[in-house]
């Protein structure tokens, strides 16, 4: 009876153990995603509409998602040194992100792209 007490006790901590391996193995990074002054070309900078008060640009550096106000338009974005998605339309777009030094223009303003989030890959 020890003996099958003692094998069961081991393979639950062992479990235990393994699990928690696992889990600190898939945790997401933190986002360190921030807003930064524009004027450098390696950051991102999106331009987005938001009723009532136009067309507003914002700059970002470093990995992570940033939410934009609620129904926003993206209308410009320019991806610097970084790969980019935005999130719209329940999804990531585009699935493999915007390449580095890119910029996409959305002309029929005030139309544009609708986002909630910019994603720095």
Known sequence: MKQTV???????????TL????????A???SAINQVDCGRADFVQV???YAGYGDMDVCLA??????LPGNSWITRISTGDNRVQWFGN???Q?????NKWTVMTWPNH???VSASWIQIL
């Open 94 to 98: 585009p699935a493999a992100g915007i």
């Open 28 to 30: 997401t990074s933190a």
């Open 90 to 92: 329940g999804a990531w």
């Open 62 to 67: 470093n990995a992570g998602d940033f939410p």
């Open 19 to 26: 699990t928690a391996s696992l889990t600190a193995l898939t």
């Open 110 to 112: 005030p139309g544009g």
């Open 6 to 16: 003692k094998r069961a006790a081991t393979a639950a901590a062992t479990t235990v």
């Open 47 to 49: 331009t987005y509409h």
